[in-house]
């Protein structure tokens, strides 16, 4: 059997019909960049996250990259993030012309470690009255918010996060593009990704849960002057055609992307719900594996399974084990951020956060797709099974 890491065939089956039909509404409006289309979903995605706004744009890293914009991050400032995300996170905040401040990871979440922002604050910052801000000691620069990763479908623990960024006067910017749909909620606190922080990222990248048939990205928040902001820097800093308020950008989405992901975005809780039940198949098949560490549901959170993700202590021969047999599996991500190369100006060493230094030495991405059948899924149990008991 032959078990794809990844096939977007399968959905585009299901729905072939819709999304022919939307292309031809789409080729028949004529408006090919934001428009109609892209209003339309931007009404319909932020309802289903819950918030007042969401801004249809280029990309997911894009997104990322308004949403700290538009609260005004720039050349003085630090952002907190995570070491242990997809490298736009970071990326994003370089292109403001602020600097990424890693901090380490909670194993078990694979999520970013409150305790660990905590830490830097508390270590090495102080506030400064003059700058009425937080600032680092060692770059002198101030330290403005925090992004955290809801990394792999799971939303990070907030509320800890909300707290330390309202004490400290930080904003909190939620990167999102891995979490459409997914649930934080404590006896304090009940919000979707994307609607807890100040503003948030979502990528729409054709692999993510919800996926454009090419780039797309939106930024959203409850903030009415944040979402006119963002809706100028998309649009070369005009809010009537030909007068420019500020330096902005073309960022705006493609209107074919805006009339599919609407399509898409009726489906999206479902598929959520398929990506969670053949998680939970996964769970049970390989429950009386020793060798491997499962992934877990924190209390707070409610899962989507953007990526279903293990871990071992010999991923390289266990990969090639899965290869040999037909199954696709991946790494997301083998080099933690604060050891990538263009972070080296940073002064980073290994060791540094060795949470996220291990699980990037352990991690293995199964096949996790909604369409991945019952047998599919019992079949890589076998497979995972025979590798561990022989
Ligand atoms: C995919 C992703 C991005 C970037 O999205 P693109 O649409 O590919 O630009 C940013 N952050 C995280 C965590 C992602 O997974």
């Known amino acids: 059997m032959e078990v794809p890491f990844f096939d977007l065939k399968r959905q585009y089956e299901n729905i072939k019909d819709k999304i022919g039909f939307a292309v031809s509404v789409v080729l ?56 242990y995300t997809f490298f736009a996170t970071a990326e994003a905040i370089n292109l403001t012309g602020a600097r990424p401040v890693f901090v380490d990871i909670v194993k078990r979440s694979f999520n970013i470690d409150p305790d660990k922002i905590k830490e830097f604050i508390e270590k090495k910052c102080q506030w400064d009255d003059e700058r009425h801000s937080l600032i680092d000691l060692e770059t002198k620069r101030r330290v403005r918010a925090i992004l955290p990763v809801h990394l792999y479908g799971q939303m990070a623990d907030m509320d800890p996060i909300m707290e330390i960024a309202q004490k400290y006067g930080l904003f909190v910017v939620e990167d999102a593009a891995q979490a459409h749909g997914a649930v934080y909620k404590t006896s304090t606190r009940l919000g979707k990704a994307g609607s807890i922080g100040k503003t948030a990222a979502f990528s729409f990248y054709p692999s993510k849960n919800l996926g454009a048939y090419g780039n797309a990205g939106a930024v959203v928040t409850n903030d009415d002057g944040l979402a006119e902001k963002v809706r100028m820097l998309i649009n070369h800093g005009q809010k009537e055609k030909y007068y420019h308020d500020l330096l902005g950008w073309n960022f705006k989405m493609n209107g074919f992307q805006g009339e599919i992901l609407n399509v898409k975005l009726k489906y999206l809780d479902k598929w959520n719900e398929d990506r969670r039940n053949n998680a939970m198949l996964y769970n049970k ?83 996790m797709y909604p369409e991945l059948s019952t047998e599919e899924i019992k079949y890589v149990g076998e497979k995972v099974k025979a590798f561990f008991y022989s």
């Open 285 to 367: 098949v390989f429950s009386d594996i020793k060798g491997i560490v499962l992934p877990e549901e924190m209390d707070c959170s409610h899962h989507v399974y953007h990526l279903y993700v293990i871990r071992t202590k010999v991923r390289e021969e266990f990969q090639r084990h899965l290869k040999s047999n037909g199954i696709g599996s991946s790494s997301h991500y083998p080099i933690p951020l604060h050891l990538q190369k263009p972070y080296q100006y940073l002064g980073y060493k290994e060791g540094d956060f060795p949470n996220a230094e291990q699980c990037a030495d352990e991690v293995v991405s199964l096949p």
């Open 28 to 83: 028949e409006s004529g408006w090919f960049v934001a428009g109609p289309s892209v209003q339309k979903f931007e009404e319909a995605f932020a309802k289903f996250c819950g918030v007042k706004h969401a801004i249809g744009v280029t990309s997911g890293t894009t997104a990322v990259y308004l949403a700290l914009k538009a609260i005004g991050i720039g050349n003085e400032d630090e952002v907190i993030t995570t070491a």
